[in-house]
Every structure is written in structure tokens, then in C-alpha cells.
């Protein structure tokens, strides 16, 4: 007999496939009215989970005797609560690796469009404004050749810096838990501690998974720590920033701006003071939302639960103590 999967996040027909040749598939859209509901009569069949944006509460998996396995079609994994599937023996697999470039490209297009006012502008012109030349105050700032500060250095805080040193000669300092040698022989990188980095930037790019110690690791004294002329660019987690520290330094303008794909609440309130900053670029979660990346996290989300549930050991296992207990 086939195992039973849910998967709760929409897939190509591709994947579709690919899991529905294996498994005994459904489909829940959570998101829906009375989705959950739905997702809740599921569970107590559920051998494999699949999907993303959506918490696992302890009271959902102990509607959920039998779930061996849950794919994440993500690379962060702070919405998961660890302690609680290694309890239950659960695997955990996310998709690091295949989202990087692209995350990087959407951090480098904040950074740019921040300080070169792109958005400000392009509505400007929009709105019809655009009548004679250009004065001072429609200038923005040089991005080469500027110092950016990393905090966090791994796969994607690695992609980042290649583009700011290789593509953009800038200098790029960063902090982390141990020093990245291969970055700083190609990029010329400089691990710093945080409060070296931070009044050193002109850009402060934050790339640090969310977890209890990364929790408002940039509060109000991390930022006034800044030049005045710093921009702030964040595609890690909200919560990593503190945002009400952010929004008052914005707005006393001890910060240049901010380019910010995640928030401290998504979807990000429409009355949200920061949407009422002319030097604020927010996007919608979107740095891997790509035709091509999206695709590929959900193929390696697939391939994850392929192997978990036929008992091989997944590439992408972010609880290996889980699988080792099995052994
Ligand atoms: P990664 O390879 O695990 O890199 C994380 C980096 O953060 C590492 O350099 C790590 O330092 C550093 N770090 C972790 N905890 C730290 C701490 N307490 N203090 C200082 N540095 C710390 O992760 P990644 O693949 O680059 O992804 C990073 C995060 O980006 C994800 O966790 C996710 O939250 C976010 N993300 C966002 C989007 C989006 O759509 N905006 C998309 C994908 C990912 P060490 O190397 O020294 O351990």
C-alpha cells in the first residue's frame, strides 16, 4: 500500500507527478477557507508532509500519529519546533543550496534600488512629476566601491559578497560564529565583531537564520551603532531586526534607508509606518520567487520525501539526530 502524503503548498505538475507515482497524494490549500479544517481530518493518515508558510503546532502533529517526515520547501527552518519532532521522531529536510543565487540577487536589487532610489523615482515619474531636469534631492548614492557589512556569512551572505566584491568593488566586512577563510581570500572579506562592523558600513546587509539567539540581534543600539548614511537591507527573518527600533531610527533620520523582504508580521500590514517612508523598498517575502528557483526548491523537497519515506537517508536533513536514532 501505497504511504499517505499531504502536501499543502501548491506544486508543478512535474512534482505532482513525481509524488503521486510514489504516494498515496492529497492536496490541502491551508490558506483556503476551512483549509485547515480540512488539513486537520487528514492528519491522523499523514506518513509524509509537504509545504511551507505554515506552523505544525504540537497540537496539529499529535493529530498525527504517523507522520515520519515533513519536506520543507524552504531553507529556513525557524518555524519548526525542533525539541518537538525529535520527541515524536520526526525528520525534518529543507532546500539550502538551490534558493541561494537567487536570494542574493534579490538582496543585491533591495540594496541598489534603495540607494539609488529606484522605486521613489520610477513612481515619480509615473506619477507624471518628471518636468524638468534633476536636482539634489532626487540624488541617491554610489553603491561601488562602498564598504558592505555582512551579518551572517554563509551560503547566501557568501553569494552576496561575491557580487559586492567581484562585481561592484566594494569592501565587505562581516560577522558570523567562525571566520569564512575562502571568503576572505576571494573577497578580500574581514570577520569582524559585530560592533566593529556595524559603524564601518554603508550598507548593513542581514543574512543570519532566526533562532533564540539571532532574535532582535539589530536593536536600537545595534542601529544608532550606523552612519547616518547607512541603508539597511534585510532577507533573512524579520524578527532578526528589531523593527519598531528600525522605523524610529528611519524616522529621525539617523539611517539613509532600508530594503526589507522580511518583517516582524507577514503579510506586512498596509498601515505599516514603514510604508509611509519614501526611503523604504519592501517586498513581499519574494527573494527566492523566481519561475526557475521556485521550481527547483519544490523538486528538492521532493526528492527529500522520496528518500525519507522509503528509508534513505535525505540529502537535506536538518534533525540528522532523528534519523541517527532510527539506525
Ligand atoms: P546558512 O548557510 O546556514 O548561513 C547562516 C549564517 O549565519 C552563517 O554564516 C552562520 O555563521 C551565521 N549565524 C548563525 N547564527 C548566528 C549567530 N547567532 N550569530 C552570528 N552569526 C550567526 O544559511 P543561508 O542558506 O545563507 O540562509 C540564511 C537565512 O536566510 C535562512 O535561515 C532564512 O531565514 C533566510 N532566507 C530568506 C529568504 C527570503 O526569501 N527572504 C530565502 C531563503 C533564506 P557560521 O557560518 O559561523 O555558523
Known amino acids: 500500500m501505497k504511504k499517505k502524503v ?5 506544486l508543478s505538475p512535474a512534482q505532482t507527478a513525481r509524488l503521486s507515482a ?13 483549509g485547515e479544517a480540512r488539513l486537520r481530518e487528514r492528519l491522523p493518515e499523514a506518513q509524509g508532509l509537504l509545504g511551507s508558510s505554515f506552523t505544525l503546532s504540537s497540537e496539529l502533529l499529535d493529530l498525527a500519529p504517523r507522520l515520519e ?20 521522531g520526526i525528520l525534518l529536510c529543507n532546500t539550502p543550496d538551490v534558493l541561494t543565487e537567487s536570494v542574493a540577487d534579490a538582496a543585491f536589487s533591495l540594496l541598489l534600488a534603495s540607494a539609488r532610489r529606484t522605486v521613489e523615482l520610477a513612481n515619480w515619474v509615473r506619477a507624471g512629476q518628471w518636468r524638468a531636469g534633476l536636482g539634489e534631492a532626487h ?17 547566501i551572505g557568501q553569494a552576496i559578497a561575491r557580487r559586492a566584491s567581484l562585481g561592484f568593488g566594494m569592501h565587505v566586512n562581516y560577522t558570523a560564529r567562525t571566520s569564512k577563510p575562502l571568503a576572505n581570500e576571494r573577497y578580500g572579506a574581514r570577520f569582524l565583531p559585530l560592533h566593529e562592523l556595524l559603524p564601518a558600513c554603508d550598507f548593513l546587509c542581514v543574512t543570519v537564520p532566526l533562532s533564540d539567539e539571532t532574535y532582535h540581534l539589530l536593536g536600537a543600539y545595534e542601529l544608532a551603532q550606523l552612519p547616518a548614511h547607512a541603508i539597511v537591507v534585510n532577507v533573512s527573518r524579520g524578527p532578526v531586526l528589531d523593527e519598531a527600533a528600525l522605523i524610529a531610527a528611519l524616522q529621525a533620520g539617523r539611517l539613509r534607508g532600508a530594503g526589507l523582504d522580511v ?9 505599516s509606518p514603514l510604508l509611509r517612508l519614501p ?35 535525505p540529502a537535506n536533513l536538518v534533525n540528522p539526530e532523528v534519523w541517527q536514532a532510527r539506525c
Open 69 to 88: 517526515a515533513i519536506a520543507s520547501v524552504s531553507v529556513g527552518f525557524d518555524s519548526y519546533d525542533l525539541p518537538e519532532l525529535a520527541r515524536r
Open 139 to 155: 540624488f541617491g548614492c554610489d553603491v561601488h566601491g562602498k564598504t558592505l557589512g555582512l551579518v551572517g556569512m554563509g551560503r
Open 279 to 313: 526611503n523604504v523598498v519592501a517586498t513581499p517575502h519574494s527573494g527566492s520567487a523566481t519561475h526557475e528557483t521556485r521550481e527547483a526548491m519544490a523538486r528538492c523537497a521532493v526528492d527529500n520525501l522520496l528518500d525519507a519515506l522509503a528509508g534513505k537517508r
Open 6 to 10: 499531504i502536501h499543502y503548498k501548491a
Open 22 to 34: 510514489a504516494f498515496d497524494l492529497e492536496y490541502v490549500d491551508v490558506k483556503a477557507p476551512g
Open 263 to 271: 518583517f516582524e508580521r507577514e503579510p506586512l500590514a498596509s498601515d
